[in-house]
């Protein structure tokens, strides 16, 4: 079965940019999504497609995917960032849906 | 505005089955692909299975095929899932989601909190 891997943390401090990594094999040929999930809440997808936004999301969210992995940026970080994010696609060869294991973004 | 509120958790003990539905509105729901998701306790999303807009195609993740039933009644617009055999593993928060643009899932329910004891 498909695999999604992240790395279990990220650090930045207020004002700097973030960086999110997922990888996967030939990942970029498929479609990558985005989520983020702050601690009791849902989950809320911040970028579908690889790099769209979904309507409210803030420009400073952006996605990228090339090769073995994608990546999502978070520009000017804000404390409200800090949240668990999730990656996922769309295994198309089972019709599974996959999930990376998540990587919590700590706000220094 | 698209609402889903789950219910149908709670406190159960190994080996017994439940069932959680997921009650949909704000939207067209006979024309959405759905789906249903869990997080354990310190892990990260798990998507557990897919059913599709007529109920006709029904995905369920390798690790629990054979013990989850994946249904659902447009008339009522009603989505559910049948948890059989449960295990302390299974102690996680389940999520209802529409299937969205692309292959994700774009509006997610609050959740609803299943704790299996041993």
């Known amino acids: 079965s498909y695999v999604l891997t992240q790395p279990p943390s990220v650090s930045v401090a207020p004002g700097e940019t973030a960086r999110i990594p997922c990888g996967g094999t030939n990942l970029g040929v498929k479609s990558v999504h985005w989520y983020q999930q702050k601690p009791g809440q849902a989950p809320v997808l911040v970028i579908y497609s690889d790099v769209a936004r979904p309507s409210g999301i803030p420009e400073r969210f952006s996605g990228s995917s090339s090769g073995n992995q994608a990546s999502l940026t978070i520009s000017r970080v804000e404390a409200g960032d800090e949240a668990d994010y999730h990656c996922q696609v769309w295994d198309t060869g089972s019709g599974l849906r996959v999930f990376g294991g998540g990587t919590k973004l700590t706000v220094l | 505005q698209v609402h889903l509120v789950e219910s149908g958790g709670g406190l159960v003990q190994a080996g017994k089955s439940l069932s959680l539905s997921c009650a949909a509105s704000g939207f067209a729901f006979s024309r959405n692909n759905m789906h249903w998701v869990r997080r354990a306790p310190g892990k990260g999303l798990e998507w557990l299975a897919y059913i599709s807009r007529d109920a006709i195609i029904k995905k369920y993740a390798e690790s629990e095929r054979g013990r989850l039933t994946i249904s659902r009644d447009n008339s009522k617009n009603g989505l559910f899932l049948q948890m059989n055999s449960l295990m302390p593993e299974d102690t996680a928060v389940y999520y209802c989601?529409?299937?969205?643009?692309?292959?994700?899932?774009?509006?997610w329910g609050q959740g609803t909190l299943v704790t299996v004891s041993s």
């Open positions: 989601a529409r299937d969205g643009e692309g292959g994700s899932l774009d509006y």
